[in-house]
């Protein structure tokens, strides 16, 4: 029986890169939703995330190929394909064939990410990336960048984010987090108002999540210093999800101070982080879990998240213990 009973490839905007990591001409292999895809930028700016191999012989257009004007050149026999998978040129041929084009993915370049948009059935976006005010403004600090690839799968890390009873029981915080959360469409809005542990005591913050999907949440932390943490989550195969981690801290009048204070909240998430990932990475889904009073809003995210499949989620997952 598979640990993940519900499908492995939700709908959704998924980050594919970092803009800063496509400079002009530079050519991508990637590997996501369990499919090779190779991603470029033209000379005119624009980044574009194809299918990886060409149609002609199957070579892949991410390994040794090359950038020329707005179109990725195939290494093997020089054929071009621009960014809506068309073949734009074939230079030793007199008439392009009608079917050579390659699968062409819709991205968003979008405050230094670039997301593409993952459908199972192939539908347009239904909804759009969500604006970013702290990203390149004045009084906030560039993105701090952290990496994961772990053996789990989004719904089950997207699902911390209302599990109060964990952040006390895994992560030893001050007490269990008061959480509330909301349904805003295809939005998942959760508040929750927390104690941290300070050289100075105890200080009361809070933390406010927008979860647009599975690809992409907001978590703003407020109380000793204000941290806006993004975080991405895309599933590369049928076993690891590649999960990103960028923070931008708000500037205090001291640079050092900003500077300390964010790095120890940093250090403070990756622990958080180390803890979870042995737990996503050995346990089952349980569907409906067994549940007590004080879990926290698990039913209703267990509702949201219903409508980024394609297909219909399993209404139960038994657990039998031998003894």
């Known amino acids: 029986m598979s640990r993940f009973p519900m499908p492995r490839y939700a709908n959704g905007w998924f980050q594919v890169a970092y803009s800063d990591e496509l400079t002009a001409g530079k050519v991508m292999p990637l590997r996501y939703f369990g499919r090779d895809l190779v991603a470029f ?87 759009e990336l969500p604006v970013i005010p702290e990203y390149n403004a004045p009084d906030w600090t560039p993105y701090e960048k952290r990496r994961w690839v772990i053996k789990t799968h989004n719904q089950e890390m997207a699902e911390n984010a209302v599990d109060s009873a964990h952040f006390l029981y895994v992560h030893g915080t001050q007490g269990m987090p008061k959480t509330n959360a909301e349904i805003r469409g295809h939005v998942l809005h959760v508040l929750a108002e927390t104690m941290m542990k300070t050289p100075m005591g105890k200080v009361g913050g809070t933390v406010e999540v927008d979860a647009y999907g599975f690809g992409l949440s907001q978590t703003r932390f407020r109380g000793i210093v204000d941290t806006l943490l993004m975080g991405t989550a895309t599933t590369i195969d049928d076993e690891y999800v590649e999960l990103r981690f960028s923070f931008t801290v708000k500037k205090l009048v001291n640079s050092d101070v900003t500077s300390n204070v964010g790095k120890a909240f940093i250090r403070e998430i990756e622990r958080q982080l180390g803890q979870d990932i042995p737990i996503w990475e050995n346990k089952i889904y349980v569907h409906p879990p067994l549940l007590c009073d004080a879990d926290g809003p698990i039913g209703l995210f267990r509702k949201w998240v219903k409508q980024f499949y394609s297909e219909p989620q399993p209404r139960s997952l038994a657990v039998v213990s031998g003894g």
């Open 41 to 127: 930028r033209g000379e005119d700016g624009v980044a574009a995330v194809l299918d990886a191999h060409c149609p002609h012989m199957g070579a892949h257009l991410g390994h040794g190929g090359k950038v020329v004007g707005n179109a990725v050149e195939c290494p093997f026999h020089a054929w071009r394909f621009c960014g809506t998978g068309e073949c734009s040129e074939i230079p030793y041929a007199s008439k392009i064939p009608p079917r050579a084009r390659v699968g062409a993915w819709t991205v968003r370049e979008h405050s230094g990410f670039i997301f593409v948009w993952h459908h199972a059935e192939g539908a347009a976006p239904s909804w």
